[in-house]
């Protein structure tokens, strides 16, 4: 099946500092890459949508200025953590829809960012 | 608004067959997935439903009904490696924008 590849897999950064975290289709297109963030024991929240060439559409509370998403090509989607504190600390993780299909999700393998 | 439910926590024995439940009530509805989520690691696909029915695959099987705004996720001859979190999503509108429901977290024990 289709391969999503979301790096890094962990990361500890001190308050204040930024964080991007990449995620890549590997062997497909992806046109639309989805980001969610993920507490402990939580289910799953859309954070964004990320589209190819154009401005990513954020989800109702989410600071597009704080979450900064690029889509510069069909296998390459950005999310970078701006002057992250605590609170931001989460597992975030990437999803993309292969072009040529319109059913399946596949989820990169997830970020879990630490932010002391 | 959208509101998925499922259960937050079921336990079972190995080798026994499992149901968890969702109910949805969503504005829109494109398909319903369920996705098997161990801690610390990404959803994995189990199954998409369009159409009210059973889908079996393998030890695993969805059912669906649109009108009662309902799926099941069946799970047979449970093993100890199917204790993890399993999630109901539902597809609406385009772009393939999922809601999720708070995940049932199985424990499978001997």
């Known amino acids: 099946g289709a391969v999503v590849s979301q790096h890094p897999s962990r990361v500890i950064c001190k308050s204040g500092t930024s964080v991007k975290i990449e995620c890549r289709s590997l062997?497909?297109?992806?046109?639309?890459m989805f980001w969610y963030r993920q507490f402990p024991k939580k289910s799953l929240m859309l954070m964004a949508t990320s589209n190819e060439g154009s401005k990513a559409t954020y989800e109702q509370g989410v600071e597009k200025d704080k979450f900064l998403i690029n889509h510069a090509s069909l296998t390459l989607s950005t999310l970078t953590v701006t002057s992250a504190h605590p609170e931001d600390s989460s597992f975030y993780i990437c999803?993309?829809?292969?072009?040529?299909?319109?059913?399946?999700?596949?989820f990169g393998s997830g970020t879990q960012l630490s932010v002391l | 608004g959208q509101n998925i439910d499922q259960p937050t926590e079921m336990t079972a024995t190995e080798g026994a067959i499992v149901q968890i439940n969702c109910t949805y009530q969503?504005?829109?509805?494109?398909?319903l997935f369920w996705y098997q989520q161990h801690a610390g690691e990404a959803p994995t696909f189990l199954s998409y439903?369009?159409?009210?029915g059973l889908e079996e695959k393998g030890r695993f099987s969805s059912f669906l009904s649109r009108s009662k705004g309902y799926s099941y996720l069946l799970l047979k001859e449970l093993q100890m490696k199917d204790s993890a979190s399993y999630l109901c999503a539902v597809h609406t509108g385009g772009g393939n924008k999922l809601t999720f429901g708070t995940g049932t977290q199985l424990k499978v024990e001997l």
């Open positions: 969503t504005s829109g509805f494109n398909g």
């Open positions: 999803s993309a829809r292969e072009t040529a299909t319109n059913e399946k999700l596949f």
């Open positions: 439903n369009v159409l009210d």
């Open positions: 062997d497909f297109q992806a046109t639309t």
